[in-house]
């Protein structure tokens, strides 16, 4: 009775790398505890709604696992072997090796690398205040958006769209390239409510019969890295049908005619070929959205995961320039809306500080960076310092073998800033204790959405846990740049400059509004002034290599990959991994309902549900192999391999096979994850990391 007298209402938003970026209604049972975790219902895109996994989020909070006290190696590196080390004496370790090896490799030698672990502004982009005060390499961050994002830019040519709430006012929503349901659980909530309300149809688009396909009125499952070739065939029919708007086409579109004559020989029977689907299916989808003007193309980061997702977002994003959808509300393509917030974050990251002759690294190709590749270290020293915050990439990272190699050099000093031990941290050199978002203070923005959202300390932390400002702020004095421009400020002193910069007040006045909205007009979100291009124009021809993108590398890195193969307009192009008759199957590795990347791994609730590393293999690939449902099965190509167990699911074309989710490497019986079989190389034009993009051979054991 005592502890409920007591409960209060915190608000705050979600951490964890996610389009949704949910507003937040936290139970704080005390200074120190949490209970439950629920939507904001007051929050129009949240609208009350909340992932299973964040729910029940003190789970994670309260964890006896939780690292509670900094840490130095006392053995062999990856050994195990810990001594507890108090915070000053940790981080004078860190700076002594930081300044050793910048004295005989020079100041780029350090590579500061970090990612999504946390999406809150000071605490994530604080670190490069640091590299930009001491001249560390650059940090190129491609693994999550880049494909995606470049191909929605090459078309659109601004990162926003209409209101993602307006799905609910859909005739037809098509949920393509995203598991909503495991992913990003708001898109459901809206697409739900235009069924319930409007009897709108609802599409989903996939490469797996998964949680969301299950939801839909059409489903479409195809084979991986055929989206483009879909969307081609899709646009065939609307110009043979008379379904295209021609009145829309000339006025906002640049080729509608050379786009037109391109299609034709792009018919259904030609994608059927390519994408595994029934010329019925394609035929079926086309009408759909062909005769249903309030189409509402929701397109996800599943477009990022292949070597060709770049084209395959802008086919997709062209089909609403095609149909129109784009003048309605309730109708056109959302991304993201990333590029609408306008966030000035000059003195958080002390960019006046940058110096641009120092290089960029690519930090999806940390394997190559770390064993000495050439072409990944740009001329520069090897990295022989690091200090990594919100992520974990011996799990993560593509090509496995190469990063756990790279982080058992012993020239290479690692400082791991993390909550719990992970794989990274069991490689480290020194492992520090960090703090959880209900315990510091930041702010989101929602890139799925339209909110920057507060998320003030609501709790105290276990003593030992300190936050990632505090870290930053203690080695910059420990490196001799502490007194240097935004260095010596607070979180909230930030977070109000940040704010500031922007007109929206101050920390203590978003903690009263709680979040703001900041969704542009209906002509703006719907380009009826015209699309993000000078000319004002939809690009169905893209500029490949030079069309700006809020991801494209620094010039100094150049472009990436085959661009002589990008195509003139929206097509199917095979820069992915075909499978062959060494590698007969292709692999994708699929987002898990109860982890968020490598996060949530390690609360009991979400292990007990996602039960054990899987393979989904269909039941007539298995019986070919001598594969027994249930049964091992080693996975394997050029990079590596390990084993699984099958579990026989026929909604998967045939040659395709799913392993969702990324389990920490010793959940896996040879202790290596599923990232040994991807590929750390940077796909055309603007890099990224192609993870669901693996030719594999299968073996049954």
């Not at 080390?85 to 002594?96: G, H, I, K, P, T």
């Not at 910048?102 to 000071?122: D, I, N, Q, R």
């Not at 899709?234 to 640049?254: C, P, Q, S």
């Not at 790279?406 to 909550?419: I, K, M």
Request: net charge neutral; glycine share 10%.
């Amino acid at each position: 009775m005592n502890q409920h007298a007591k409960l209060r209402i915190g608000h705050s938003a979600c951490p964890h790398d996610c389009p949704s970026t949910c507003a937040l209604e936290v139970e704080v049972l005390d200074n120190n505890r949490i209970g439950r975790v629920h939507g904001a219902k007051a929050n129009s895109y949240t609208a009350g709604v909340v992932c299973a996994k964040v729910a029940r989020y003190a789970d994670r909070v309260h964890h006896p696992d939780r690292l509670l006290k900094p840490l130095a190696r006392a053995g062999a590196k990856g050994e195990g072997a810990w001594k507890e080390a108090s915070w000053e004496a940790a981080l004078d370790l860190v700076a002594e090796k930081f300044i050793a090896a910048e004295e005989k490799y020079g100041s780029e030698t350090v590579w500061p690398y970090f990612y999504a672990g946390t999406m809150g502004l000071v605490q994530r982009d604080g670190i490069e205040r640091l590299r930009h005060a001491k001249k560390y390499s650059g940090f190129f961050g491609s693994i999550c958006t880049n494909l995606a994002w470049t191909g929605w830019m090459m078309g659109v040519g601004a990162l926003r769209g209409p209101d993602p709430r307006e799905m609910a006012k859909a005739d037809c929503v098509v949920i393509w390239g995203t598991n909503a349901v495991v992913t990003q659980v708001n898109v459901m909530t809206h697409a739900m409510r235009a069924r319930k309300e409007r009897g709108a149809k609802i599409v989903v688009i996939d490469i797996y019969d998964n949680a969301t396909m299950k939801q839909a009125d059409l489903g479409l499952v195809l084979r991986p890295g055929t989206d483009g070739a879909l969307a081609c065939a899709v646009m065939h029919v609307l110009f043979r049908d008379g379904l295209a708007d021609r009145a829309y086409l000339e006025r906002y579109t640049d080729d509608p005619r050379g786009l037109e004559e391109h299609l034709r020989s792009r018919t259904p029977e030609w994608a059927a070929a390519i994408t595994g689907l029934s010329v019925a299916e394609i035929e079926a989808f086309a009408r759909i959205v062909g005769t249903t003007k309030k189409t509402y193309f929701r397109l996800g980061y599943g477009f990022a995961r292949q070597r060709n997702g770049s084209i395959n977002m802008h086919a997709a994003s062209s089909i609403a320039a095609v149909t129109g959808a784009w003048q309605y509300e309730g109708g056109g393509a959302f991304h993201s809306n990333s590029g609408i917030f306008k966030l000035n974050q000059d003195v958080l990251e002390g960019t006046a500080m940058r110096d641009p002759n120092i290089r960029y690294l690519d930090h999806s190709r940390i394997g190559p960076v770390l064993t000495g590749a050439q072409d990944a270290l740009y001329g520069g020293p090897p990295v022989t310092a690091m200090l990594i915050q919100n992520t974990n990439p011996a799990n993560v990272a593509p090509e496995q073998r190469l990063v756990k190699q790279g982080f058992l050099r012993e020239d290479l000093f690692t400082c791991v800033h993390e909550q719990f031990m992970t794989d990274t941290a069991k490689l480290a050199d020194v492992v520090l204790p960090a703090t959880m978002f209900l315990e510091h203070d930041d702010i989101y923005k929602g890139g799925g959405n339209q909110h920057i959202t507060l998320g003030p300390k609501l709790i105290e932390p276990p003593e030992g846990p300190r936050t990632n400002h505090y870290v930053n702020e203690e080695l910059g004095k420990r490196l001799g740049v502490g007194d240097r421009p935004g260095f010596g400020l607070t979180e909230r002193e930030h977070i109000d400059i940040i704010l500031g910069k922007r007109g929206l007040g101050s920390f203590d006045s978003l903690r009263e509004q709680k979040w703001v909205d900041l969704q542009p007009d209906f002509d703006d979100a719907h380009f009826i002034n015209g699309f993000g291009h000078a000319d004002k124009k939809f690009h169905f021809r893209p500029n490949w290599t030079g069309q700006s993108a809020p991801n494209r590398p620094p010039k100094s890195m150049g472009l990436f990959g085959p661009v002589e193969r990008l195509p003139e307009f929206p097509d199917h192009v095979e820069l992915i991994e075909v499978a062959d008759e060494e590698h007969p199957f292709r692999l994708a590795t699929s987002p898990a309902r109860n982890f968020l990347n490598s996060s949530f791994a390690e609360t009991p609730v979400s292990k007990a549900k996602e039960g054990r590393p899987e393979l989904l293999i269909h039941r007539e690939d298995a019986e070919a192999l001598g594969i027994e449902n249930g049964g091992r099965v080693e996975v394997g190509n050029r990079r590596g391999d390990l084993v699984l167990h099958a579990r026989f699911f026929d909604g998967v074309k045939r040659g395709v096979v799913i392993a969702e989710g990324i389990w920490p490497n010793s959940a896996h019986e040879r202790g290596e994850g599923i990232n040994v079989l991807t590929g750390a190389d940077a796909p055309a034009p603007y890099g990224g990391a192609a993870v669901h993009d693996n030719k594999v051979w299968l073996r049954a054991l």
